[in-house]
Structures are given as C-alpha cells and as structure tokens.
C-alpha cells in the first residue's frame, strides 16, 4: 500500500467512526462542519433573521447553508478561496481575506451599512512544522479580527477557530479589550484529538 492510500484509508475509517460524519452524510450536509457552527448558534444564540454576516474560511459551505437557513432575509458574505456550496442568498467571493480584491468585493457588497457578526472557520494548510502552523494558524486569526474591527457595527459579535498554542493568550486579551466578554470554547462536533477551540466575542466596543 502506498503512503497515499495508508492516509486515505485512515481518513476513510476515521469518517466512518465519526458520528458527526455519518450525520452530515445521512442529513446530505455538505460538511460535518455544519455541526459545530450549529452547537455554538444553540448555546450562544447567535443568529437571527435579518441579521447581516461576514463568513470567512467559508469552503466547501457546511457553515454557509447553515447561515443561509437562518438569516433569512439578512445579509451573508461568504468568502473563500475555494469553491463554496452555497444555497443562492449568500454573496460568494472567491478569494483570499487580506486580498485588496477580496476587501473590494466585500465593501461593495455591503455598501453604507456594517455587520452584525464575523465568523471566521479560517485554517491554513498544514505543513506538519507545528511552529509554523500554528504562525499560520494566529495569522488567519488575526486576519478575522481585522476584518471585526473594519466592518462591524458597535455591539457585533465575532466568532473565529483558533488552535491552542502559541500566541492563543495574547490574541484573546487583546480581543477582551475591545469586546465586552470574550469566550472559548470547544463545541462537542470539534474532534477530541485535535487542538481546535473557537472565540466567541460579544459586544463589540467599536475600537
Ligand atoms: C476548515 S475549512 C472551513 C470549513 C467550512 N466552515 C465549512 O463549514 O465547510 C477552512 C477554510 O479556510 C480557508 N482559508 C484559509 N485561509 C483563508 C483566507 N485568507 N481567506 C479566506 N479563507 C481562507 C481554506 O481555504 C479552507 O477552505
């Protein structure tokens, strides 16, 4: 067997063990992903129609359907560069955050008004190097807190993955500064083994 396959084989297995995997598919979700966004929406009532949202790190749409359903009426901007599933309310750009063409589509989508919540399921590829992954990985968290800063409205909300490791502390007491309650959390549908948590920030300060 060659290392391709040993890894897709462990991946296959892994699916297959993993209740949320099996849900997604069942349900015809587009990713297990879905599931997490959906806990984090249930315990901290995140949503409501009409609300208008940035998602950043939007492929392949798990998150995006599940914002489409319950913003009805609202506004979201889902931005990735890979292709997104998306239901046809969401504004889809395809491209980077932190791209000035990205930072284009996004002004022009949302014109006078600003947000009530940025959502960020950003993560970089994984190199293997866990230093320079987890760079990566506070890069795109820092990238999700410029665009709080930039595009929400006083009071908005921001919610962003991040992996635990360097630079977790650092970037969460800067975001407590400028919200007015900060907090972490690690959804059930978040895999056991792996190091990823997400930031919930409520109440933007405006600065
Ligand atoms: C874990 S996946 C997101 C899964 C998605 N929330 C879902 O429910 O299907 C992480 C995504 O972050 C995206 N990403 C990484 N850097 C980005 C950036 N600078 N701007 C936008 N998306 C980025 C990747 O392309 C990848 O699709």
Request: hydrophobic residues 40%; glycine residues 10%; contains cysteine.
């Amino acid at each position: 067997m060659t290392r391709r396959s040993k890894s897709s084989h462990r991946w296959l297995s892994r699916q297959q063990r993993d209740p949320y995997a099996r849900q997604a598919a069942s349900e015809g979700q587009v990713s297990r992903a879905h599931f997490k966004l959906k806990q984090l929406d249930e315990r901290f009532r995140l949503l409501r129609p009409g609300m208008r949202v940035l998602e950043l790190g939007a492929a392949p749409g798990g998150w995006t359907v599940y914002l489409e359903e319950r913003l009805r009426g609202g506004l979201l901007i889902a931005c990735d560069p890979r292709p997104i599933s998306a239901g046809g309310s969401a504004v889809v750009i395809e491209g980077e955050y932190g791209d000035a063409a990205t930072d284009a589509a996004i002004a022009e989508a949302l014109g006078e008004t600003r947000l009530d919540l940025v959502v960020s399921d950003m993560a970089p590829n994984i190199s293997g190097v866990r230093a320079t992954d987890q760079a990566r990985a506070m890069y795109l968290a820092d990238l999700a807190l410029d665009a709080a800063l930039r595009w929400l409205q006083p009071g908005g909300d921001l919610v962003v993955k991040l992996f635990q490791g360097e630079g977790v502390d650092a970037w969460i007491a800067d975001v407590r500064g400028r919200f007015d309650k900060v907090h972490l959390v690690k959804p059930k549908a978040s895999r056991p083994d792996s190091r990823e948590v997400y930031a919930v920030a409520r109440g933007f300060s405006g600065a």
